[in-house]
């Protein structure tokens, strides 16, 4: 999955004691961000394999540290130590560690067997990559039903706000559209990973933004 991991955190940030927005999609894909930067290290790996998957050419065949279920508990216990430790937030850790957590899931629906429990066999994935017809309406639907949540539990308080948010929702889209029809992937690089890991941060920016021109309606209320 690509934006369907911020599906959840769509879905999350529409609780009143949630973490911004911008921190909820960094949660999202914490751990592929995790994956891109230690694969650069040579930590865990990948190769093109066109046969891997009908939708994605990435055999992903080591990643114990970021797709294990394992070791994404660990990264969303992190995350939740460090937003509690900023914030004194209890909820809101809870809710951007289960956020974290969320990945592993979303990844096992469309993943072929290449996620973990603990790092080591069994190999685990719904597959759904070898089912486009599937797959695509599935990540886009997720991804909307989540954003449509979020704009129908929060409210606009600045006038850019629906500016932002439909800024976002073309960028989402537009990503997605080439990660799908785009120019396929070539052999694992640094400069590639560095392209992923900008992508995404350029996301979670722009989700930053919406996050800053939209407020619960408690707090609407509050004045
Ligand atoms: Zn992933």
């Not at 959840?8 to 949660?27: D, E, I, M, N, Q």
């Not at 029809?181 to 990973?193: I, K, L, V």
Request: aromatic share 10%; charged share 10%.
């Amino acid at each position: 999955m690509f934006i369907g991991h911020w599906a959840p955190a769509l879905v999350a940030a529409a609780h009143p004691k949630a973490p911004k927005l911008g921190t909820l999609f960094v949660a999202g894909q914490l751990v592929d961000f995790g994956f891109f930067t230690l694969m650069m290290l040579g930590v865990e790996k990948m190769r093109i394999d066109p046969s891997a998957s009908v939708m994605n050419p990435m055999d992903l065949y080591h990643m114990p540290y970021t797709h294990s279920l394992l070791g994404n508990a660990l990264w969303a216990v992190a995350f939740a130590a460090i937003i509690w430790a900023v914030t004194k937030n209890r909820t809101g850790a809870i809710i951007g560690g289960l956020v974290v957590l969320s990945h592993w899931f979303v990844d096992w629906l469309v993943h072929v067997p290449d996620l973990t429990l603990y790092g080591a066999p069994p190999k685990l994935g719904l597959g759904l990559w070898n089912h486009p017809e599937i797959a695509m309406p599935l990540e886009l639907g997720i991804t909307f039903a989540a954003l449509i949540f979020y704009i129908v539990k929060t409210r606009a308080r600045t006038s850019s706000a629906r500016l932002a948010l439909g800024l976002l929702a073309l960028v989402l889209l537009t990503v997605q559209v080439v990660n799908w029809f785009g120019p396929p992937p070539g052999e694992p690089s640094a400069g590639a990973a560095l392209f992923v890991l900008g992508t995404y941060t350029a996301l979670c920016l722009l989700a930053a933004w919406v996050g800053s021109t939209r407020q619960h309606p408690q707090a609407a209320l509050q004045g």
